[in-house]
Protein backbone atom coordinates (compact mmCIF):
# COMPACT_ATOMS: atom_id res chain seq x y z
CA UNK A 1 0.00 0.00 0.00
CA UNK A 2 2.81 2.15 0.97
CA UNK A 3 4.34 1.53 -2.11
CA UNK A 4 1.61 2.37 -4.00
CA UNK A 5 1.14 5.72 -2.67
CA UNK A 6 4.55 6.53 -3.23
CA UNK A 7 4.03 5.53 -6.67
CA UNK A 8 0.81 8.19 -6.55
CA UNK A 9 2.99 10.87 -5.19
CA UNK A 10 5.78 10.57 -7.75
CA UNK A 11 3.61 10.97 -10.88
CA UNK A 12 1.65 13.79 -9.45
CA UNK A 13 4.77 15.76 -8.26
CA UNK A 14 5.95 14.70 -12.26
CA UNK A 15 2.40 16.73 -13.11
CA UNK A 16 3.06 19.09 -10.41
CA UNK A 17 6.64 20.20 -12.11
CA UNK A 18 5.05 19.89 -15.34
CA UNK A 19 2.57 22.99 -15.07
CA UNK A 20 4.27 24.70 -12.35
CA UNK A 21 7.85 25.13 -13.38
CA UNK A 22 8.41 26.57 -17.11
CA UNK A 23 12.41 25.96 -17.29
CA UNK A 24 12.36 23.53 -20.46
CA UNK A 25 15.88 21.86 -19.25
CA UNK A 26 14.88 20.85 -16.11
CA UNK A 27 12.46 18.36 -17.86
CA UNK A 28 15.25 17.75 -20.25
CA UNK A 29 17.62 16.58 -17.69
CA UNK A 30 14.89 15.03 -15.86
CA UNK A 31 14.15 12.79 -18.75
CA UNK A 32 17.23 11.70 -19.11
CA UNK A 33 17.14 10.60 -15.02
CA UNK A 34 13.74 8.63 -14.89
CA UNK A 35 14.91 6.72 -18.41
CA UNK A 36 18.11 5.77 -16.45
CA UNK A 37 15.86 4.67 -13.58
CA UNK A 38 13.95 2.52 -16.04
CA UNK A 39 16.80 1.26 -17.32
CA UNK A 40 18.57 -0.12 -14.34
CA UNK A 41 15.00 -1.71 -13.05
CA UNK A 42 14.98 -3.78 -16.02
CA UNK A 43 18.83 -4.41 -15.72
CA UNK A 44 18.51 -5.42 -12.44
CA UNK A 45 16.10 -7.94 -13.00
CA UNK A 46 17.99 -10.22 -15.15
CA UNK A 47 21.92 -8.92 -13.71
CA UNK A 48 20.54 -8.83 -10.34
CA UNK A 49 18.44 -10.92 -9.40
CA UNK A 50 19.58 -14.27 -11.54
CA UNK A 51 23.41 -12.74 -11.76
CA UNK A 52 23.76 -12.85 -15.38
CA UNK A 53 26.10 -9.29 -16.09
CA UNK A 54 23.98 -7.74 -19.41
CA UNK A 55 25.85 -5.40 -21.58
CA UNK A 56 23.08 -5.49 -24.06
CA UNK A 57 21.21 -2.64 -22.98
CA UNK A 58 22.05 -0.41 -26.05
CA UNK A 59 20.55 -3.30 -28.08
CA UNK A 60 17.13 -3.45 -26.64
CA UNK A 61 16.87 0.01 -25.85
CA UNK A 62 18.38 0.83 -29.44
CA UNK A 63 15.80 -1.70 -30.83
CA UNK A 64 13.06 -0.22 -29.11
CA UNK A 65 13.78 3.21 -30.31
CA UNK A 66 14.30 2.15 -34.11
CA UNK A 67 11.20 0.46 -33.91
CA UNK A 68 9.52 3.36 -32.48
CA UNK A 69 11.20 5.88 -35.19
CA UNK A 70 10.56 3.18 -38.06
CA UNK A 71 6.74 2.68 -36.81
CA UNK A 72 6.63 6.60 -37.28
CA UNK A 73 8.23 7.67 -40.19
CA UNK A 74 5.63 4.41 -42.04
CA UNK A 75 2.51 5.28 -40.18
CA UNK A 76 2.73 7.99 -37.97
CA UNK A 77 1.43 5.85 -34.91
CA UNK A 78 1.04 7.57 -31.71
CA UNK A 79 3.34 7.39 -29.13
CA UNK A 80 1.57 4.88 -26.86
CA UNK A 81 1.07 2.78 -29.93
CA UNK A 82 5.44 2.97 -30.29
CA UNK A 83 5.86 2.09 -27.13
CA UNK A 84 4.08 -0.95 -26.77
CA UNK A 85 5.54 -1.88 -30.00
CA UNK A 86 8.92 -0.92 -29.19
CA UNK A 87 8.50 -3.28 -25.76
CA UNK A 88 7.50 -6.08 -27.86
CA UNK A 89 10.06 -6.08 -30.29
CA UNK A 90 12.67 -5.59 -27.64
CA UNK A 91 10.74 -8.58 -25.60
CA UNK A 92 11.06 -10.61 -28.63
CA UNK A 93 14.87 -9.65 -29.28
CA UNK A 94 15.24 -10.91 -25.35
CA UNK A 95 13.72 -14.27 -25.91
CA UNK A 96 15.74 -14.94 -29.11
CA UNK A 97 18.64 -13.56 -27.40
CA UNK A 98 18.07 -15.13 -24.55
CA UNK A 99 17.83 -18.64 -25.69
CA UNK A 100 20.89 -18.53 -27.60
CA UNK A 101 23.14 -17.10 -24.83
CA UNK A 102 21.61 -17.70 -21.80
CA UNK A 103 23.54 -21.31 -21.57
CA UNK A 104 26.72 -19.39 -21.52
CA UNK A 105 27.52 -17.89 -17.83
CA UNK A 106 29.66 -15.43 -16.35
CA UNK A 107 31.77 -13.59 -18.79
CA UNK A 108 30.94 -15.87 -21.57
CA UNK A 109 27.19 -14.82 -21.48
CA UNK A 110 28.61 -10.75 -21.09
CA UNK A 111 30.25 -11.17 -24.04
CA UNK A 112 27.47 -12.25 -26.15
CA UNK A 113 25.92 -9.42 -25.07
CA UNK A 114 28.53 -6.88 -26.11
CA UNK A 115 28.43 -8.88 -29.54
CA UNK A 116 24.61 -8.47 -29.63
CA UNK A 117 25.00 -4.52 -29.48
CA UNK A 118 27.33 -4.57 -32.14
CA UNK A 119 25.34 -6.72 -34.38
CA UNK A 120 22.52 -4.45 -33.89
CA UNK A 121 23.79 -1.37 -34.44
CA UNK A 122 25.38 -2.52 -37.76
CA UNK A 123 21.80 -3.75 -38.62
CA UNK A 124 20.82 -0.59 -38.14
CA UNK A 125 23.63 1.07 -39.82
CA UNK A 126 23.10 -0.63 -43.32
CA UNK A 127 19.26 -0.18 -43.54
CA UNK A 128 18.26 2.71 -45.31
CA UNK A 129 14.70 3.28 -44.87
CA UNK A 130 15.84 4.10 -41.28
CA UNK A 131 17.93 6.41 -42.12
CA UNK A 132 21.33 4.38 -41.98
CA UNK A 133 24.46 5.46 -40.44
CA UNK A 134 23.41 9.16 -41.06
CA UNK A 135 20.37 8.70 -38.99
CA UNK A 136 16.55 10.21 -39.77
CA UNK A 137 15.08 13.43 -38.74
CA UNK A 138 12.12 13.37 -37.04
CA UNK A 139 9.35 15.75 -36.79
CA UNK A 140 7.37 15.94 -33.26
CA UNK A 141 3.87 16.15 -33.66
CA UNK A 142 2.30 18.93 -31.18
CA UNK A 143 2.01 17.73 -27.46
CA UNK A 144 -1.07 16.05 -26.48
CA UNK A 145 -3.58 18.52 -24.23
CA UNK A 146 -2.96 19.25 -21.46
CA UNK A 147 0.23 19.44 -22.29
CA UNK A 148 1.69 22.25 -23.56
CA UNK A 149 5.48 21.19 -24.22
CA UNK A 150 6.84 17.77 -26.18
CA UNK A 151 9.23 17.50 -23.72
CA UNK A 152 7.25 18.21 -20.93
CA UNK A 153 5.08 15.54 -21.38
CA UNK A 154 7.98 13.04 -22.61
CA UNK A 155 9.25 13.62 -18.99
CA UNK A 156 5.72 12.67 -17.47
CA UNK A 157 5.24 9.92 -19.56
CA UNK A 158 8.53 8.48 -18.99
CA UNK A 159 7.55 8.89 -15.16
CA UNK A 160 4.65 6.36 -15.65
CA UNK A 161 6.44 3.98 -17.47
CA UNK A 162 8.81 3.85 -14.40
CA UNK A 163 6.54 3.52 -12.29
CA UNK A 164 5.13 0.59 -14.60
CA UNK A 165 8.51 -0.96 -14.56
CA UNK A 166 9.47 -0.47 -11.19
CA UNK A 167 6.40 -1.87 -9.70
CA UNK A 168 7.04 -4.88 -11.84
CA UNK A 169 10.67 -5.75 -11.04
CA UNK A 170 9.04 -5.36 -7.20
CA UNK A 171 6.17 -7.89 -8.34
CA UNK A 172 8.96 -10.20 -9.48
CA UNK A 173 11.30 -9.99 -6.72
CA UNK A 174 8.51 -10.88 -4.16
CA UNK A 175 7.09 -13.58 -6.08
CA UNK A 176 8.26 -17.42 -7.08
CA UNK A 177 10.15 -16.07 -9.86
CA UNK A 178 12.62 -13.71 -8.08
CA UNK A 179 12.94 -16.83 -5.45
CA UNK A 180 14.01 -18.96 -8.76
CA UNK A 181 16.48 -16.41 -10.02
CA UNK A 182 17.65 -15.89 -6.74
CA UNK A 183 18.37 -19.20 -6.64
CA UNK A 184 19.97 -19.24 -9.85
CA UNK A 185 22.12 -16.90 -8.81
CA UNK A 186 23.53 -18.47 -5.90
CA UNK A 187 23.99 -21.76 -7.63
CA UNK A 188 22.51 -23.13 -10.88
CA UNK A 189 23.20 -26.84 -10.14
CA UNK A 190 21.34 -26.99 -7.11
CA UNK A 191 18.63 -24.53 -7.98
CA UNK A 192 17.86 -26.94 -10.79
CA UNK A 193 18.45 -29.88 -8.47
CA UNK A 194 15.11 -28.17 -6.44
CA UNK A 195 12.97 -28.14 -9.48
CA UNK A 196 13.68 -24.33 -10.70
CA UNK A 197 13.70 -24.83 -14.62
CA UNK A 198 16.80 -22.54 -14.94
CA UNK A 199 16.70 -21.90 -18.81
CA UNK A 200 13.06 -21.32 -18.80
CA UNK A 201 13.68 -18.69 -15.91
CA UNK A 202 16.36 -16.97 -17.27
CA UNK A 203 14.61 -16.29 -20.49
CA UNK A 204 11.52 -15.04 -18.95
CA UNK A 205 14.15 -12.76 -16.96
CA UNK A 206 15.77 -11.63 -20.03
CA UNK A 207 12.28 -10.82 -22.17
CA UNK A 208 10.59 -8.90 -19.54
CA UNK A 209 14.36 -6.74 -18.92
CA UNK A 210 14.12 -6.50 -22.47
CA UNK A 211 10.72 -5.42 -23.03
CA UNK A 212 11.26 -2.90 -20.12
CA UNK A 213 14.58 -1.63 -22.00
CA UNK A 214 12.62 -1.40 -25.37
CA UNK A 215 9.82 0.52 -24.22
CA UNK A 216 12.65 3.31 -22.14
CA UNK A 217 14.12 3.65 -25.62
CA UNK A 218 10.97 4.40 -27.30
CA UNK A 219 10.28 8.09 -26.97
CA UNK A 220 13.99 8.88 -27.45
CA UNK A 221 13.55 9.73 -31.55
CA UNK A 222 10.88 11.84 -30.70
CA UNK A 223 12.96 13.17 -27.30
CA UNK A 224 15.66 14.23 -29.66
CA UNK A 225 13.29 14.53 -33.32
CA UNK A 226 16.66 12.96 -34.40
CA UNK A 227 18.11 9.23 -34.75
CA UNK A 228 20.93 7.56 -35.77
CA UNK A 229 22.78 4.55 -35.16
CA UNK A 230 26.39 5.82 -33.66
CA UNK A 231 24.46 7.16 -30.19
CA UNK A 232 21.37 5.41 -29.87
CA UNK A 233 23.86 1.87 -29.71
CA UNK A 234 26.16 3.95 -27.52
CA UNK A 235 27.70 1.56 -24.46
CA UNK A 236 27.33 4.02 -21.85
CA UNK A 237 23.71 3.04 -21.77
CA UNK A 238 25.25 -0.56 -20.86
CA UNK A 239 27.05 1.26 -18.85
CA UNK A 240 24.97 3.47 -17.21
CA UNK A 241 22.21 0.66 -16.30
CA UNK A 242 24.80 -1.72 -15.17
CA UNK A 243 26.41 1.07 -12.26
CA UNK A 244 23.32 2.21 -11.29
CA UNK A 245 22.09 -1.42 -9.67
CA UNK A 246 25.69 -1.71 -8.28
CA UNK A 247 25.64 1.49 -6.88
CA UNK A 248 22.26 1.17 -5.08
CA UNK A 249 22.24 -2.18 -4.02
CA UNK A 250 20.86 -4.96 -6.71
CA UNK A 251 19.37 -7.12 -3.61
CA UNK A 252 15.83 -5.20 -4.50
CA UNK A 253 13.47 -2.97 -6.11
CA UNK A 254 14.59 0.37 -4.51
CA UNK A 255 18.84 -0.24 -4.99
CA UNK A 256 18.08 0.41 -8.86
CA UNK A 257 15.89 3.41 -8.84
CA UNK A 258 18.27 4.84 -5.85
CA UNK A 259 21.44 4.25 -7.98
CA UNK A 260 20.03 5.18 -11.11
CA UNK A 261 18.41 8.93 -9.00
CA UNK A 262 21.75 9.30 -7.70
CA UNK A 263 24.20 8.61 -10.40
CA UNK A 264 21.94 10.09 -13.68
CA UNK A 265 21.67 13.14 -11.51
CA UNK A 266 25.32 13.71 -10.91
CA UNK A 267 26.30 12.87 -14.14
CA UNK A 268 23.75 15.65 -15.68
CA UNK A 269 25.56 17.99 -13.20
CA UNK A 270 28.55 17.58 -14.56
CA UNK A 271 27.78 17.25 -18.20
CA UNK A 272 26.43 20.48 -18.00
CA UNK A 273 29.60 21.97 -15.15
CA UNK A 274 32.10 20.16 -16.91
CA UNK A 275 32.60 18.65 -19.81
CA UNK A 276 30.58 15.09 -20.87
CA UNK A 277 33.95 13.27 -21.03
CA UNK A 278 34.15 13.78 -17.38
CA UNK A 279 30.96 12.32 -16.64
CA UNK A 280 31.86 9.22 -18.37
CA UNK A 281 35.22 8.54 -16.09
CA UNK A 282 32.77 9.44 -12.85
CA UNK A 283 30.62 6.32 -13.90
CA UNK A 284 34.04 5.00 -14.05
CA UNK A 285 35.58 5.59 -10.57
CA UNK A 286 32.14 5.50 -8.72
CA UNK A 287 31.65 1.93 -10.19
CA UNK A 288 34.64 0.40 -8.95
CA UNK A 289 35.05 2.70 -5.72
CA UNK A 290 31.48 0.86 -4.91
CA UNK A 291 32.65 -2.68 -5.93
CA UNK A 292 35.41 -2.32 -3.62
CA UNK A 293 34.30 -0.76 -0.51
CA UNK A 294 30.50 -1.35 -0.88
CA UNK A 295 29.84 -4.55 -2.97
CA UNK A 296 25.56 -4.42 -1.54
CA UNK A 297 25.37 -1.21 -2.89
CA UNK A 298 24.00 2.13 -0.54
CA UNK A 299 21.04 0.09 0.86
CA UNK A 300 23.47 -2.85 1.70
CA UNK A 301 25.47 0.00 3.52
CA UNK A 302 22.86 1.41 5.07
CA UNK A 303 21.56 -2.34 6.30
CA UNK A 304 24.98 -3.35 7.89
CA UNK A 305 25.23 0.30 9.51
CA UNK A 306 21.76 -0.08 10.81
CA UNK A 307 22.14 -3.58 12.06
CA UNK A 308 25.13 -2.66 13.66
CA UNK A 309 23.23 -0.84 16.23
CA UNK B 1 10.26 -55.14 -3.37
CA UNK B 2 9.39 -53.26 -6.83
CA UNK B 3 12.41 -51.54 -8.25
CA UNK B 4 11.94 -47.44 -7.70
CA UNK B 5 14.87 -46.36 -9.66
CA UNK B 6 16.54 -48.73 -12.65
CA UNK B 7 20.01 -47.99 -14.12
CA UNK B 8 20.75 -49.69 -17.25
CA UNK B 9 23.84 -49.86 -18.74
CA UNK B 10 24.52 -46.05 -18.51
CA UNK B 11 27.62 -44.64 -20.09
CA UNK B 12 29.15 -41.20 -19.85
CA UNK B 13 32.29 -40.17 -21.44
CA UNK B 14 34.35 -36.75 -20.83
CA UNK B 15 36.26 -36.60 -24.04
CA UNK B 16 38.40 -39.96 -23.97
CA UNK B 17 38.28 -40.67 -20.73
CA UNK B 18 35.49 -42.96 -19.65
CA UNK B 19 33.58 -42.56 -16.29
CA UNK B 20 31.03 -44.54 -16.84
CA UNK B 21 31.24 -47.52 -18.72
CA UNK B 22 27.94 -49.61 -18.68
CA UNK B 23 26.70 -49.79 -15.30
CA UNK B 24 23.59 -51.45 -14.28
CA UNK B 25 22.10 -51.66 -11.10
CA UNK B 26 18.35 -51.19 -9.53
CA UNK B 27 17.03 -49.79 -6.14
CA UNK B 28 14.28 -50.78 -4.64
CA UNK B 29 11.00 -48.87 -3.31
CA UNK B 30 12.04 -47.95 0.79
CA UNK B 31 15.54 -49.54 0.32
CA UNK B 32 18.85 -48.06 2.08
CA UNK B 33 21.35 -48.34 -0.80
CA UNK B 34 24.95 -47.97 -0.10
CA UNK B 35 27.49 -46.68 -3.31
CA UNK B 36 31.14 -46.84 -2.79
CA UNK B 37 34.71 -46.85 -4.54
CA UNK B 38 37.86 -45.15 -4.60
CA UNK B 39 38.20 -41.48 -5.18
CA UNK B 40 36.99 -41.09 -9.60
CA UNK B 41 35.66 -44.33 -9.44
CA UNK B 42 32.48 -42.81 -11.03
CA UNK B 43 30.17 -42.70 -7.95
CA UNK B 44 29.22 -38.55 -8.44
CA UNK B 45 29.05 -39.20 -11.84
CA UNK B 46 26.66 -41.62 -11.92
CA UNK B 47 24.63 -39.92 -9.69
CA UNK B 48 24.43 -36.62 -11.39
CA UNK B 49 22.99 -38.86 -14.31
CA UNK B 50 20.43 -40.21 -12.19
CA UNK B 51 19.72 -36.53 -10.99
CA UNK B 52 19.97 -34.76 -14.47
CA UNK B 53 22.59 -32.46 -14.23
CA UNK B 54 24.66 -34.83 -16.59
CA UNK B 55 23.10 -36.47 -19.59
CA UNK B 56 24.31 -40.21 -19.95
CA UNK B 57 25.70 -40.60 -23.38
CA UNK B 58 24.39 -44.64 -23.48
CA UNK B 59 21.57 -47.02 -21.50
CA UNK B 60 18.43 -45.86 -19.65
CA UNK B 61 17.16 -44.85 -16.42
CA UNK B 62 14.05 -45.32 -15.52
CA UNK B 63 12.26 -43.71 -12.39
CA UNK B 64 8.83 -44.97 -10.67
CA UNK B 65 8.47 -46.93 -13.98
CA UNK B 66 9.12 -43.78 -16.15
CA UNK B 67 12.53 -43.69 -18.61
CA UNK B 68 13.89 -40.57 -17.43
CA UNK B 69 17.73 -39.83 -19.33
CA UNK B 70 15.95 -37.04 -21.36
CA UNK B 71 14.56 -34.80 -18.98
CA UNK B 72 15.88 -31.86 -17.56
CA UNK B 73 17.02 -31.69 -14.07
CA UNK B 74 14.16 -29.85 -12.61
CA UNK B 75 11.91 -32.11 -14.07
CA UNK B 76 13.36 -34.99 -11.95
CA UNK B 77 13.37 -33.32 -9.22
CA UNK B 78 9.19 -32.75 -9.48
CA UNK B 79 8.98 -36.69 -10.37
CA UNK B 80 10.57 -37.03 -6.69
CA UNK B 81 14.27 -37.45 -6.97
CA UNK B 82 16.21 -35.15 -4.52
CA UNK B 83 19.91 -34.81 -3.69
CA UNK B 84 22.50 -33.07 -2.01
CA UNK B 85 25.45 -32.02 -2.86
CA UNK B 86 29.14 -33.42 -2.09
CA UNK B 87 30.64 -29.80 -1.64
CA UNK B 88 27.48 -27.97 -0.25
CA UNK B 89 26.06 -25.72 -2.73
CA UNK B 90 23.37 -23.38 -0.50
CA UNK B 91 21.82 -20.63 -1.82
CA UNK B 92 23.97 -18.53 0.48
CA UNK B 93 22.59 -15.18 0.19
CA UNK B 94 19.52 -16.09 1.52
CA UNK B 95 18.12 -17.56 4.72
CA UNK B 96 18.16 -20.95 5.98
CA UNK B 97 14.35 -21.13 5.59
CA UNK B 98 14.21 -19.11 2.10
CA UNK B 99 16.32 -21.93 1.16
CA UNK B 100 13.94 -24.45 1.42
CA UNK B 101 11.61 -22.28 0.13
CA UNK B 102 12.82 -23.07 -3.27
CA UNK B 103 11.94 -26.41 -3.85
CA UNK B 104 9.00 -26.21 -1.66
CA UNK B 105 7.21 -23.33 -4.56
CA UNK B 106 8.89 -25.00 -7.33
CA UNK B 107 8.62 -28.92 -6.52
CA UNK B 108 5.93 -28.99 -4.15
CA UNK B 109 4.15 -25.98 -5.50
CA UNK B 110 3.02 -24.61 -1.82
CA UNK B 111 2.33 -21.09 -0.92
CA UNK B 112 5.17 -18.86 1.14
CA UNK B 113 3.00 -19.59 4.10
CA UNK B 114 2.39 -23.28 4.29
CA UNK B 115 6.16 -23.70 3.02
CA UNK B 116 6.85 -21.79 5.57
CA UNK B 117 5.46 -23.90 8.35
CA UNK B 118 6.65 -27.33 6.87
CA UNK B 119 10.15 -26.08 5.96
CA UNK B 120 10.22 -25.07 9.79
CA UNK B 121 8.86 -28.65 10.91
CA UNK B 122 11.58 -30.24 8.57
CA UNK B 123 14.49 -27.35 10.29
CA UNK B 124 13.23 -28.72 13.69
CA UNK B 125 13.63 -32.19 13.08
CA UNK B 126 17.54 -32.26 12.16
CA UNK B 127 18.03 -29.46 14.28
CA UNK B 128 18.39 -26.62 12.69
CA UNK B 129 15.38 -24.22 13.44
CA UNK B 130 17.23 -21.93 15.92
CA UNK B 131 19.51 -21.26 12.45
CA UNK B 132 16.20 -20.79 9.96
CA UNK B 133 16.94 -16.95 9.56
CA UNK B 134 20.67 -16.88 9.64
CA UNK B 135 22.02 -16.37 6.10
CA UNK B 136 23.41 -19.40 4.73
CA UNK B 137 26.54 -18.34 4.39
CA UNK B 138 27.16 -17.50 7.93
CA UNK B 139 26.93 -21.76 8.67
CA UNK B 140 29.20 -24.08 10.26
CA UNK B 141 30.16 -26.85 7.85
CA UNK B 142 28.45 -29.51 9.77
CA UNK B 143 25.07 -27.27 9.40
CA UNK B 144 25.95 -26.28 5.98
CA UNK B 145 25.35 -30.62 5.53
CA UNK B 146 22.49 -30.56 7.52
CA UNK B 147 21.08 -27.78 5.05
CA UNK B 148 21.73 -29.65 2.05
CA UNK B 149 19.55 -32.55 3.58
CA UNK B 150 16.50 -30.41 4.62
CA UNK B 151 16.38 -28.74 1.29
CA UNK B 152 16.56 -32.01 -0.61
CA UNK B 153 13.66 -32.91 1.44
CA UNK B 154 11.73 -30.05 1.35
CA UNK B 155 11.07 -31.43 -1.98
CA UNK B 156 8.89 -34.12 -0.25
CA UNK B 157 11.03 -36.48 -2.23
CA UNK B 158 10.90 -40.20 -3.37
CA UNK B 159 14.18 -40.70 -3.68
CA UNK B 160 17.17 -39.19 -1.84
CA UNK B 161 20.49 -39.04 -2.91
CA UNK B 162 22.77 -37.76 -0.49
CA UNK B 163 26.28 -37.12 -1.99
CA UNK B 164 28.94 -37.47 0.85
CA UNK B 165 26.68 -35.62 3.24
CA UNK B 166 29.56 -36.72 6.26
CA UNK B 167 32.46 -35.90 4.53
CA UNK B 168 34.90 -33.91 6.92
CA UNK B 169 32.72 -34.38 9.75
CA UNK B 170 33.72 -35.56 13.12
CA UNK B 171 32.19 -38.81 14.77
CA UNK B 172 29.81 -37.28 16.54
CA UNK B 173 27.90 -35.13 13.69
CA UNK B 174 28.68 -38.39 11.59
CA UNK B 175 25.92 -39.84 13.96
CA UNK B 176 23.77 -37.15 13.93
CA UNK B 177 23.27 -37.28 10.19
CA UNK B 178 22.85 -40.43 10.24
CA UNK B 179 20.16 -40.61 12.32
CA UNK B 180 18.45 -38.08 10.28
CA UNK B 181 19.30 -40.41 7.08
CA UNK B 182 17.87 -42.99 9.19
CA UNK B 183 14.15 -41.00 9.91
CA UNK B 184 13.67 -40.22 6.48
CA UNK B 185 14.15 -43.92 5.35
CA UNK B 186 11.68 -44.81 8.07
CA UNK B 187 9.22 -42.21 6.49
CA UNK B 188 9.19 -44.38 3.55
CA UNK B 189 11.93 -42.45 1.46
CA UNK B 190 14.20 -44.63 -0.53
CA UNK B 191 17.74 -43.34 -0.04
CA UNK B 192 20.98 -43.85 -1.89
CA UNK B 193 24.46 -43.22 0.05
CA UNK B 194 27.51 -42.01 -1.12
CA UNK B 195 29.78 -42.12 0.94
CA UNK B 196 33.76 -42.50 1.74
CA UNK B 197 33.08 -43.02 5.63
CA UNK B 198 33.11 -47.29 5.54
CA UNK B 199 31.32 -47.30 8.66
CA UNK B 200 29.03 -44.85 8.14
CA UNK B 201 27.76 -46.73 5.09
CA UNK B 202 27.93 -50.17 6.22
CA UNK B 203 25.53 -49.08 9.10
CA UNK B 204 23.53 -47.76 6.92
CA UNK B 205 23.43 -49.61 3.82
CA UNK B 206 20.71 -52.68 3.30
CA UNK B 207 22.37 -53.48 0.13
CA UNK B 208 26.12 -51.77 -1.44
CA UNK B 209 27.60 -51.56 -4.92
CA UNK B 210 31.08 -50.81 -5.31
CA UNK B 211 32.67 -48.78 -8.28
CA UNK B 212 36.07 -49.06 -9.78
CA UNK B 213 36.47 -47.11 -12.70
CA UNK B 214 33.30 -46.76 -14.13
CA UNK B 215 32.39 -50.07 -14.02
CA UNK B 216 30.08 -52.23 -11.30
CA UNK B 217 33.07 -54.48 -9.49
CA UNK B 218 30.80 -55.94 -6.80
CA UNK B 219 27.30 -56.03 -5.56
CA UNK B 220 25.88 -57.48 -2.29
CA UNK B 221 25.49 -57.15 1.76
CA UNK B 222 27.37 -55.13 3.66
CA UNK B 223 28.84 -58.00 5.05
CA UNK B 224 30.29 -59.29 1.55
CA UNK B 225 31.05 -56.54 0.31
CA UNK B 226 34.19 -55.83 2.93
CA UNK B 227 35.53 -59.30 2.33
CA UNK B 228 35.35 -58.77 -1.20
CA UNK B 229 38.95 -59.54 -2.86
CA UNK B 230 37.93 -56.93 -5.21
CA UNK B 231 36.71 -54.31 -3.41
CA UNK B 232 39.87 -54.73 -1.10
CA UNK B 233 41.88 -54.54 -4.41
CA UNK B 234 40.25 -51.19 -5.84
CA UNK B 235 40.80 -49.52 -2.48
CA UNK B 236 44.05 -51.07 -1.06
CA UNK B 237 45.80 -50.85 -4.42
CA UNK B 238 47.18 -54.73 -3.54
Not at chain 2, 117 to 124: N, Q, R, V, Y
Request: aromatic share 8%; proline share 4%; with cysteine.
Amino acid sequence: MRFWIGAGLAILAAVAAAALVSYEYFFFAGYTVVMFIVLSTAWNILGGHAGYVNFGTPAFFGLGAYTAAVLYKATAAPLVVQIAAAALMAGALGFGAGLLTLRLRGIFFAIATIALTVIMQTVFINWRYAGGATGLQLLRPPPIAPFESYIKMLFVLMVVMAVIAVALARYIERSWLGRGLRAIRDSEEAAEASGVPTLRLKVLACCVSGALMGAAGAPMPMYLSYIEPESTFNLNYAIGALASPMIGGTASWGGPVIGAFLLSSLQQIITVTISSEMNVLLVGVVLVVFVVAAPDGLLGLYRRIFARR
Amino acid sequence: MSALLGVRAVAKRFGGFTALDGVSLEVGAGERFGLIGPNGSGKTTLINCVSGLLRNDAGSIRFADEEISALPAYARARRGIARSFQVPRPFHKMTVLENLLVPSAYVVHMKDAEGEAKAMEILASIGLARKARAFADQLSQVELRKLELARAMAAKPRLLISDEAMAGLAGTEVDEVLKILFDLNEQGITIIMIEHIMQAVMRFSQRVVCLDAGRIICEGTPQSIVKNADVQKAYLGA
